[in-house]
């Protein structure tokens, strides 16, 4: 799913490329993409982009006379320049912003179609879209553990739950753990003001640096390979690949449709965690550590 870094990036060549331009039409390859009624998305054609901002994970384009059009992009959903009137395809296509000068293409490579598109009138219908969640970037340390301490959560939860953060999901919460040393299972509620605020000061600097990172790969053109797994992340996707600091293979907790990957020896002392499921399956056998794991791997099968 694209996040915090990757939307920064999308407004901003979303601003170079149609900034101030007339949204000619909107061209819908997928009628359930629109999940708003009133105003009609149709009310959107022939209006100016006046600017553009960030919810969260969602873009929002500001559209004269006070109309505003929210795409949340969701997991597999893409943003995609391309020539004036451009085909909308039908196996990926959803719809397209089309302008003189070229052609916005909303793509969404997933069967389960979750991108999403409403158009609201007036400042208070933008509000409904704002899940209220602190900006981290931009938030001292005492309001950003004031934030997490609302309440009792694993930091994993907390970290992607964009009520208390905004803009941060499961890559980058994994790269933030990482990078300030700490369990995805560790609770907020018991964690000290110096432990937050070094949590703190490792959000601020990942996502920095992965904004910065994608804005120079993108250059002055149009970023068209936005994913969540990146060759230089440190812990993100990198299930049993060396972790970057200690060599020690990640390892990776999966549960509903998300996974938290972290390096045993950075971040929880050496202790592997199991998720219920498996440990139920297991019923307590669940290695405590990485030692104990390979030796279970080296182990010759038992005989019937």
């Known amino acids: 799913m694209?996040?915090?870094?990757?939307v920064v990036v999308y407004i901003e060549a979303l601003k170079r490329h149609v900034g101030g331009e007339v949204l000619e039409r909107i061209r819908l390859a997928s009628p359930f993409l629109v999940r708003?009624?009133?105003p009609c998305i149709s009310a959107a054609s022939g209006k100016r982009v006046l600017g553009f901002r960030r919810l969260g994970k969602r873009i929002v384009f500001e559209l004269e006379g006070e109309l505003f059009l929210v795409l949340h992009l969701m997991i597999a959903g893409r943003l995609r320049w391309r020539p004036a009137g451009v085909k909308v395809g039908r196996k990926n296509g959803l719809a397209a912003f089309d302008f003189a000068g070229g052609s916005i293409?909303?793509?969404e490579a997933s069967s389960?179609?979750?991108a999403s598109l409403h158009l609201v009138a007036g400042r208070e219908g933008l509000a409904d879209h704002d899940r209220g969640g602190l900006e981290v970037v931009e938030a001292a340390p005492a309001a950003?553990?004031?934030a997490l301490r609302r309440e009792n959560r694993t930091l994993k939860r907390a970290l992607t739950d964009p009520t208390i953060l905004s803009g941060i999901g499961n890559a980058y919460s994994d790269e933030i753990l990482h990078r300030a040393r700490m369990s995805p299972f560790k609770q907020t509620?018991?964690?000290?003001?110096?432990e937050l605020s070094g949590l703190h000061s490792a959000a601020r600097a990942v996502l920095a640096e992965w904004t910065e990172r994608s804005r120079q790969q993108v250059g002055a053109g149009f970023p068209e390979k936005v994913t969540a797994f990146r060759p230089e992340m440190a812990v993100h996707g990198k299930y049993r690949q060396p972790c970057p600091v200690c060599q020690t293979p990640v390892q990776r907790l999966i549960y509903a449709e998300n996974?938290?990957?972290y390096c045993p020896t950075c971040q929880t002392g050496g202790k592997l965690l199991a998720d219920r499921a498996l440990s139920r399956l297991m019923r307590g056998d669940w290695p405590k550590t990485l030692e104990e794991l390979e030796e279970r791997k080296a182990a010759p099968s038992r005989q019937d």
């Open 105 to 107: 293409l909303l793509t």
């Open 259 to 261: 996974e938290a990957n």
């Open 36 to 38: 708003s009624v009133s």
């Open 189 to 194: 509620g018991k964690m000290s003001d110096a």
């Open 2 to 6: 694209p996040e915090l870094p990757d």
């Open 112 to 114: 389960k179609k979750r």
């Open 144 to 146: 950003f553990a004031t």
